[in-house]
């Protein structure tokens, strides 16, 4: 389990966090405080995984708390959740470290794919020795840059991410050729049944998967999905 602490000021966006975080697989919520201060005896104590860290406090700036983190060689991740948009703030945040950025109000499906792709990158790498540019170029957090999108690039795709489409087109390669159901492709990925049905459903119009029908006995038949041959 993925130890979070969360950092957060105001009781409703904390609880609101909590809340969230609770709905999703592999992590363990151990502490959550409303202060700089707090945060830094609660991490002294536990050692969290990853914190979620806002940045407007009234004692100080998480950033602050970042900086003293990475000062004390503290081995932990951050993703900062803040309504502040200054491009400075969000350079010098990446600049310290932070794997992610969610600008307040965002919506459940956004903090989830920052989740889901901090836990994929994490269980990656552990256990690694070492690795090369192939697997650190697949498992990093950041973006693609847009001069090197390929025929299978959708971030320009409204509601779709690029990570989920391709989370769920490996676990499809990983089927070898055998024929499964949304529900299937749903929990070997780790989405949910819908989410992975409107994922296979666009697979199909780009025509990289076949439908099958499956009938039984009474009912409407089941939509059986397969990896089209090339």
Not at 99 to 117: H, I, S, T
Not at 178 to 202: E, M
Not at 203 to 213: Q, Y
Not at 216 to 225: E, I, L, S, T
Request: proline content about 2%; charged content about 35%.
């Amino acid at each position: 389990m993925i130890k979070v602490l969360i950092v957060e000021d105001d009781p409703m966006v904390r609880e609101i966090n909590e809340r969230f975080l609770n709905k999703i697989d592999g992590y363990k919520l151990y502490d959550s405080v409303s202060s700089i201060e707090k945060a830094k005896k609660s991490i002294l104590k536990e050692k969290p995984d990853l914190i979620l860290l806002d940045i407007f406090f009234p004692q100080g700036k998480g950033l602050e708390l970042l900086k003293w983190i990475r000062s004390e060689n503290v081995k932990c991740d951050i993703i900062l959740i803040t309504a502040d948009k200054s491009m400075d703030t969000v350079e010098e945040a990446f600049r310290y470290g932070a794997v992610d950025y969610l600008v307040k109000p965002f919506k459940f499906n956004r903090f989830r794919e920052a989740m889901l792709q901090y836990k994929d990158r994490k269980n990656r790498f552990e256990n690694v020795e070492s690795v090369n540019q192939e697997i650190i170029d697949k498992y990093t957090l950041s973006e693609r840059n847009d001069n090197n999108k390929d025929k299978d690039d959708i971030s320009d795709t409204k509601g779709f991410s690029q990570h989920t489409y391709e989370k769920i087109l490996q676990g499809i390669k990983d089927m070898k050729g055998q024929t499964f159901t949304a529900q299937q492709i749903a929990k070997q990925v780790g989405v949910s049944r819908i989410t992975a049905r409107r994922y296979l459903d666009l697979l199909e119009k780009e025509e990289k998967l076949v439908i099958e029908l499956e009938y039984g006995k009474v009912g409407r038949p089941k939509n059986k999905y397969r990896l089209k041959e090339d």
